[in-house]
């Protein structure tokens, strides 16, 4: 039986590897067909045609698409990301310390908000349809649907101008003290707790629900067990798949999907820097942080998968 | 003013009395809050400068693809750095004029065609080695060489020979230009050791602070410059720092919770609820920048000049700087210049907004059905608003525009300078001559009104020419008369740059020629105890 595990685990593996070739392909052709052109962005609207020519020679944008392509794939299967165009310096030296920021931030975010979540959950539905279950899912529902701009204005707004308890501005920097970063990151990290709470509170409540309609919930209330160790021993495990999807899918969203945050509290993060770069139209480092982006995503979402086929002996052994 | 008063302003000034007691104290003598404060000022500055601490600015304008290399600036947090730890041949004063700085002399042969800068004697590197002639000369080459991709190109162009003589770098242009050395004070030419040349982007020159901290698109810091040869005129807090705050609400709100001393473009929307937070001062300054409204000339419908005077008639001016600017600008009237430069003329009839005439000048151009404007956000703040009561004062003169909004990513190389009618902005220039020959000659570059006229080229090189001031202003009349009358251009409004600093900022001078007092701000400002 192990062995069949591996394969399937190795099968998602592989089947990962060659999304993410897909992937950069997408993000290659995507990047080729954003209006402008990468000279012309660099140098603004006061660029003179000579600037421009000369710039254009030097960045090879007159080789075809294709070759620029495996080119690009060599370098990035050969750990080199290139030379970013706009300032001339290797991209994975600047591109390191903003992964790591946004990890450091995505990090803590989960810290707090995946343990959360699932209790609260839990709480929910043993006291289902009750004011407790109410009262935590109309608030989630609350934070979710709130826009995470104005719930970040609104906390800068009382608790760093008004009441001056966290700065607004959450630039951390090499060096940094770890409590002075986990100060300068309260209120981002809040807000991100905010958005991704209810998501998971909800798949939570709704998996363990479903799994409470079964026959041996009933046998184990039948048995005498108090409500809370049916949850706990018997509902949680034959849940953990959906949550365990809906977990990952929450924390692919806050290392790739949190520029919004990063612009507000002014927090250095791969969001903001890649919005720079399209903005200048670099195309590598665009290209680089895209396929970082996915390959987070891509192995969040194995990880997912390989968790519910371990949870679930149904999926193990595949008809 | 009493002596009372005078005596408790000092006495704030040098730390004795707080700032708060003052002003209880001040209202009890009848005195109003503001007229208390100016009185402050007014001691403070009177106690002198005071060193130490840590300014901070907070910043719109900075991108992860900054570099520190001058002849890659291009928006503000750049520019305001280069300013704290670069140094210039020369600089512009606020009163339009200039200041010698690493050029200790200038001087021109008669014909305005060879300048000689007489280099400074004892003014140190951050690197330890002296600023010689054969710095400023290879700094200048290298924003001379097409290769170098510098912003300072075009200017850079007119040169024909550089060289080393002695102490002196001796300038050889291809024709007379009397304001070349309003040219050398733009921003990207700091002088770098070996001009830069064996590593651009190394953040080394002779200004007042030291790059310690470069993370393009987050933070700059530098600290104090022990040598720095003017230590008495600026470098007075111990380091200074610029966060990149691109989110206006952000910035305001890093300024009320008190984490910045600075910042940049307050919004006009917002000014006056940034002016209500106590201890905040909003700093206005009108400048050269200004708002405009393009129409190809050599472009049909808009080779018709009859059109052209429409659009021009159908533009409420008065309301653009009321509505749009809430008051912090003023008018335009069509030509690209106003009080801010030298040898402006004032004389120059205002164009008013006459529905009459628009709709007289526009059935006068046979031109008929709706024109088409193109705007975008980031045209200029608050464009699209523009472009709409635009839209509206033409339709009472019975011209219908349609108003385009195009994505703010791609404006400026595929809409600017390539669509017959949009909107854009001009940050100005030190000179009339400069203004008119990045944008308004036939062979420039930047003609975004494409206007190609013989008979203005000349007038422009003739007045390039001549030293005569008399006759120089002029000229510069007459250009003006043809660029609003004949031209392609509608200027609707300056705008005031509007910056804001907290209490614990003084030494705050307005600077018309850019932001943050020409960006010199935490370089010039210190802190207060």
């Not at chain 1, 009933?218 to 977990?247: C, M, Q, W, Y």
Request: a negative charge; glycine letters at 8%; proline letters at 5%.
């Amino acid at each position: 039986m192990g062995s069949s595990i591996a394969t399937l685990i190795a099968q998602r593996i592989a089947l990962g590897v060659v999304l993410l070739l897909a992937v950069s392909v997408l993000i290659f052709v995507g990047t080729q067909i954003l209006p402008g052109d990468v000279a012309q962005s660099i140098l603004g609207n006061q660029a003179t045609p000579e600037a421009l020519a000369n710039l254009r020679k030097e960045l090879g944008l007159n080789d075809p698409a294709v070759v620029r392509y495996f080119a690009w794939l060599g370098g990035v299967l050969t750990g080199d990301l290139g030379t970013a165009l706009t300032t001339r310096q290797d991209i994975a030296t600047t591109l390191m310390p903003r992964l790591w920021n946004t990890l450091f931030l995505a990090f803590w975010a989960a810290v707090v908000s995946v343990p959360l979540a699932i209790i609260l959950g839990l709480l929910a539905v043993r006291y289902r349809n009750g004011p407790i279950d109410k009262a935590i899912s109309g608030f989630a529902l609350a934070s979710t649907s709130l826009p995470e701009f104005f719930v970040g204005y609104l906390l800068i707004f009382f608790v760093a101008v008004k009441l001056q308890w966290f700065p607004s501005i959450s630039t951390v920097y090499d060096g940094m003290p770890l409590l002075d970063k986990l100060r300068a990151i309260v209120l981002p990290t809040t807000v991100l707790v905010l958005v991704v709470l209810a998501h998971m509170m909800r798949m939570t409540r709704a998996a363990i629900l479903n799994v409470m309609q079964s026959a041996y919930i009933e046998t184990a209330e039948l048995k005498g067990l108090s409500a809370f160790d049916i949850i706990r021993k018997h509902a949680f495990p034959n849940a953990i798949a959906p949550i365990v999807n809906v977990v990952m899918l929450n924390l692919a969203f806050l290392v790739v999907g949190v520029v919004v945050v990063e612009v507000i509290f002014v927090y250095p993060g791969l969001g903001q820097y890649l919005v720079d770069h399209v903005a200048k139209r670099d195309v590598p480092v665009v290209q680089a942080v895209g396929l970082i982006f996915a390959a987070v995503y891509i192995s969040l979402n194995i990880i997912a998968d390989i968790t519910a086929i371990l949870a679930n002996p149904r999926l193990r052994h595949p008809k | 003013m009493s002596e009372e008063l005078k005596y408790l302003s000092h006495r704030v000034a040098v730390g004795k009395l707080s700032r708060r007691d003052f002003l209880g104290r001040a209202a009890a003598l009848g005195v109003t809050a503001s007229f208390a404060n100016t009185l402050l000022g007014g001691a403070a500055k009177a106690a002198g400068p005071q060193k130490g601490g840590i300014i901070k600015a907070g910043m719109q304008g900075g991108e992860a693809t900054n570099s520190l290399d001058p002849a890659s600036f291009l928006s503000q947090v750049p520019f305001t750095f280069g300013k704290s730890w670069g140094e210039y041949l020369v600089a512009l004063t606020p009163d339009g004029g200039l200041e010698n700085r690493i050029a200790e002399e200038v001087g021109a042969s008669d014909d305005a065609k060879v300048w000689t800068f007489k280099i400074r004697d004892g003014i140190e590197f951050h690197n330890g080695k002296s600023v010689t002639a054969d710095d400023v000369l290879a700094t200048l080459e290298r924003h001379s060489n097409e290769d170098s991709k510098s912003g300072a190109l075009g200017i850079m162009k007119g040169i024909e020979s550089m060289k080393v003589d002695g102490n002196d770098v001796v300038v050889t242009l291809k024709e007379a230009n009397a304001d070349l050395p309003y040219l050398m004070a733009d921003y990207h030419l700091i002088i770098q050791p070996n001009g830069g040349k064996d590593k651009p982007d190394a953040g080394i020159s002779a200004g007042p602070y030291k790059v310690t901290v470069n993370e393009p698109g987050v933070r700059h810091g530098g600290e104090r410059f022990a040598n720095y040869w003017q230590g008495d005129k600026m470098g007075f807090a111990d380091q200074i720092e610029i966060i990149v705050i691109n989110d206006a609400t952000a910035r305001t709100a890093a300024m009320q919770g008190g984490q910045v001393h600075l910042i940049n473009r307050v919004e006009p929307k917002i000014v006056d609820l940034v002016k209500r937070v106590p201890g905040v001062t909003i700093q206005n300054v009108s400048g050269r920048g200004h708002y405009v409204f393009i129409m190809h000339c050599n472009t049909a419908p808009f080779d018709n000049n009859d059109l052209r005077m429409a659009l021009k008639y159908a533009m409420n001016r008065e309301e653009m700087v009321e509505k749009i600017l809430r008051g912090y600008g003023s008018v335009g009237n069509d030509f690209p210049i106003n009080a801010a430069y030298p040898l402006f003329s004032d004389d120059v009839e205002q164009r008013p907004y006459d529905p009459d005439k628009a709709a007289f000048h526009f059935k006068k151009s046979g031109h008929d059905g709706p024109v088409l404007l193109r705007t975008s956000d980031v045209a200029f703040p608050g464009a699209v608003d523009a472009a709409q009561l635009y839209q509206q004062s033409c339709a009472k003169a019975g011209i219908t525009i349609d108003v385009k909004r195009e994505p703010g990513d791609g404006y400026w190389s595929e809409v600017w300078n390539k669509q017959p009618f949009c909107e854009s902005y001009w940050g100005g220039r030190p000179t009339q001559d400069q203004m008119y020959s990045t944008a308004y000659i036939s062979t420039a570059d930047w003609n975004d009104t494409r206007f190609l006229r013989p008979e203005f080229d000349k007038l422009i090189m003739e007045a390039r020419a001549q030293l005569d001031e008399t006759k120089r202003k002029a000229m510069y009349r007459d250009a003006a008369v043809m660029v609003r009358d004949e031209g392609g251009l509608i200027l609707p409004m300056f705008n005031d740059f509007i910056d804001a600093s907290t209490d614990k900022i003084d030494g705050w001078e307005p600077h018309p020629a850019a932001e943050l007092m020409d960006g010199y701000a935490l370089a010039k400002c210190w802190l207060t105890a």
